[in-house]
């Protein structure tokens, strides 16, 4: 230590000017996506049809992020020509973006001008009991026209998603959803040309309107209703223009209320998965779909590469979530490429990532058993989604200490998949042999495939309260599948309490 100051000092002036530019060379290399760090390789305007509009921050705290939100009917433009009174945050499809960077406060003044009671529930983000937005467990509902705040520090980085949690498939379906990308300033994937594609759909009749959300009865609840036209970014195929081979990291968040998407770019496209629910996954890996069940996301990179001039198509392709799901059914086309008249780009191939990422210590983990149900009343003849054959209105909470780890086996005895949402923490998804899956990854939803069995290992910190799961087929959860774990002490401490 003493030895590199005496032999500054005697390099003088110099030594400090190489100093300041070796420091600014490192800065830059460390630099995230979409910083100086790294350099757009997209013709002008590539994302217009697809850019999101941001929610503007009011606050000049830079570690404060302080915004209004409104919920209201507003007209929006699916396509030309298409329009529709749908339910919005401000007025768009989807909602304002929220960003931030990891560790911010973030506050949503949110007031509520639909005809109907609605919360925020911010989906995937591991806070406060208070702030989770779900009537009967966690706030009141904000009437009409009555106001309520949002107020939390943003924990995790990674891309996130809201919604509300009142009438949720209604409310979701009619079109209040948005996306919320926490960024971490300290991570160096170095794709400048970043896109957050929110992936959705409505039901709308022909003349603009809104079909009713009860639309079908029974079996509609039972298949979990899709709705007729889908949407990336609120627009019906929109278009990217793109110079072939470029690199792009896409964020995807599937926020449709029952649909899921299977990505497809077409013949030697793969899309190289990075990150997953809860930010990056342990390291990288390549695959040639991309499956995401309702609530779930995930952070890729891709090079969609054809000829310059021509056009190419991200579509989603048909998935077998059960009964009825792909028989006279075809692949959805959501993304236009256009690819432009540049010679095509021969640069370095895509970056491999990594995180360090330490799998659950699992042994001593309390084992809980949970059956996905669908069961009739035998009074009156009514089917109800359930977890072990109850729907959540006569639901029990599974009971957990604060920092209790613990594994579900969750099987589904329906002949529906269902995408199981844990509310305010993150879990590892296990495999037949009941060790992690790899790559790691922080999940908080998964698929549980019909007739199938999954694994998951959670460990409850030390928020408490009383945190509810379901099926993000929001059907399905207005139809029963929903119960909750109310995390409190541990058992023998509130002996303890009791003895003191
Ligand atoms: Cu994304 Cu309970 O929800
Ligand atoms: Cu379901």
């Given at each position: 230590m003493r030895r590199r100051c005496h032999g500054e000092s005697r390099l003088g002036p110099a030594w400090t000017t190489v100093r300041a530019v070796l420091t600014a060379l490192v800065a830059a290399a460390t630099m995230g996506p979409g910083a100086a760090g790294a350099q757009s390789l997209q013709p002008a305007g590539w994302d217009a049809d697809l850019r999101l509009a941001e929610a503007v921050d009011r606050n000049p705290?830079?570690?404060?992020?302080?915004?209004?939100?409104?919920?209201?009917?507003?007209?929006?433009?699916?396509?030309?020509?298409?329009?529709?009174?749908?339910?919005?945050?401000?007025?768009?499809?989807?909602?304002p973006m929220i960003r931030v960077k990891v560790g911010d406060r973030l506050i949503?003044?949110?007031?509520?001008?639909?005809?109907?009671?609605?919360?925020?529930?911010?989906?995937?983000?591991?806070?406060?009991?208070?702030?989770?937005?779900?009537?009967?467990?966690?706030?009141?509902?904000?009437q009409p026209g009555e106001t309520f705040t949002y107020d939390f520090v943003v924990p995790d980085a990674g891309i996130y998603w809201y919604h509300p949690h009142v009438m949720s498939a209604a409310q979701v379906g009619f079109g209040l959803y948005g996306a919320f990308l926490v960024e971490d300033p300290a991570e160096t994937v170095g794709i400048a040309d970043d896109l957050v594609l929110v992936l959705s759909d409505i039901d709308v009749t022909e003349d603009g309107k809104l079909l009713p959300a009860d639309t079908g009865g029974t079996v509609g609840m039972l298949f979990g209703r899709e709705g007729n036209q889908v949407l990336v970014n609120g627009r019906r195929l929109p278009e990217l223009v793109v110079r072939s081979g470029a690199p792009q990291r896409w964020r995807l968040v599937n926020a449709a209320k029952s649909r899921y998407f299977k990505l497809d770019l077409g013949e030697g496209n793969v899309f190289r998965k990075i990150g997953g629910d809860g930010g990056l996954t342990e390291y990288s890996e390549d695959h040639d779909f991309i499956v995401l069940?309702?609530?779930?996301?995930?952070?890729?990179?891709?090079?969609?590469?054809?000829?310059?001039?021509?056009?190419?198509?991200?579509?989603?392709?048909?998935?077998?979530?059960?009964?009825?799901?792909?028989?006279?059914?075809?692949?959805?086309?959501?993304?236009?490429?256009?690819?432009?008249d540049d010679p095509p780009y021969e640069g370095d191939p895509l970056p491999r990532t990594s995180r360090a990422m330490e799998p659950y210590e699992l042994d001593g983990a309390t084992e809980i058993d949970l059956e996905l149900t669908l069961?009739?009343?035998?009074?009156?003849?009514?089917?109800?989604?359930?977890?072990?054959?109850?729907?959540?209105?006569?639901?029990?909470?599974?009971?957990?200490?604060?920092?209790?780890?613990?594994?579900?086996?969750?099987?589904?005895?329906?002949?529906?998949?269902?995408?199981?949402?844990l509310h305010g923490f993150f879990f590892m998804v296990l495999d037949d042999a009941?060790?992690?899956?790899?790559?790691?990854?922080?999940?908080?939803?998964?698929?549980?495939p019909h007739e199938r069995t999954v694994r998951?290992?959670?460990?409850?910190?030390?928020?408490?309260?009383?945190?509810?799961?379901?099926?993000?087929?929001?059907?399905?959860?207005?139809?029963?599948l929903l119960s909750a774990v109310h995390l409190d002490l541990p058992p023998e401490d509130f002996r303890n309490l009791a003895e003191h």
């Open positions: 705290d830079p570690d404060v992020v302080e915004v209004d939100f409104e919920a209201r009917v507003a007209k929006v433009e699916l396509a030309p020509g298409l329009q529709v009174d749908a339910w919005t945050y401000n007025g768009t499809i989807p909602g949503v003044h949110f007031t509520n001008n639909l005809p109907r009671p609605s919360t925020i529930h911010w989906h995937g983000l591991r806070i406060p009991i208070g702030m989770d937005g779900v009537p009967g467990y966690s706030q009141d509902p904000v069940g309702a609530g779930e996301r995930a952070d890729v990179l891709v090079t969609p590469t054809g000829d310059p001039g021509g056009e190419g198509l991200v579509r989603s392709l048909l998935h077998d979530r059960g009964y009825g799901s792909i028989f006279g059914r075809d692949f959805e086309s959501l993304v236009t490429i256009r690819f432009a069961q009739e009343d035998p009074h009156d003849q009514t089917f109800a989604y359930g977890i072990n054959h109850v729907p959540f209105w006569k639901a029990q909470p599974i009971l957990a200490g604060l920092g209790e780890t613990q594994v579900w086996t969750v099987t589904n005895s329906t002949a529906w998949s269902h995408p199981l949402h009941g060790d992690p899956v790899r790559p790691l990854e922080w999940k908080d939803t998964v698929d549980i998951l290992a959670v460990r409850f910190d030390e928020r408490p309260g009383t945190w509810i799961f379901h099926c993000h087929i929001l059907d399905h959860a207005d139809g029963g």
